[in-house]
């Protein structure tokens, strides 16, 4: 951001406002103008039958004096409107291209020092409203983050447990195969021991009656 100088007389012009810097010129212009008028008046004896008479050194010295003041307040208000005019330009040229740091850097009681106020208020209360949203944008994005770590850690719970009920169900299903093939062997086991209780019933009968036959 470029620099302004405020000088001394910068100052002063900076606490007088901007129509009393228009108006002092032509003020003091028509004072100059009004002793000047009296001074050939008075030269020429106009005035002497009002009983009105100045000396006209002192006329001459006041007309100087008015035109001093003419030229100091005319380039005084010109070199104190002029840069601080370039200035706040300047600085709103550097905002506009990004640059939010910028300030106009000065305030006074003119219309040029209420505008720099103003911006550079302006500014502050942006930069610290920005301020604000970086760091909300911080916390968002940090608790974002949490939410998906979280997010992770629950799926590896539910793929754990996913496999665990995997496992859970072919351990039950191979517990019911065996009860089956268990079963089945019972049902083996019973039907070879109906055929050998009905073997060692036949056999009874047989006995029975080769004793029958042999007692009689």
Known sequence: MS?????????????????????????CGVVSNLLFTIALLTQYGALSSLGFSLSVELILMFSVTSIAVIIFFSLGAYKNTIPLLHHIVTTMQSIKEGSLH????????????????????????????????EQSSGSLKKCSVQTEQTSIEIERNIEHQSKQLSMTSTDIE??????????????KTLKVGEEVMSTLTKSRKVTHSSIRILVD
């Open 3 to 27: 620099q302004v100088k405020i000088g001394v007389l910068d100052r002063i012009f900076m606490h007088i406002s901007m129509p009393a810097k228009m108006w002092l010129p032509g003020i």
């Open 102 to 133: 910028s300030r106009v850097g000065f305030s006074g009681s003119d219309e040029f020092g209420r505008i720099g106020s103003a911006i550079d208020g302006t500014m502050e209360k942006l930069e610290r409203l920005l301020t604000r949203v």
């Open 174 to 187: 191979n517990v019911q195969v065996s009860i089956s093939q268990t079963a089945s062997e019972a049902l």
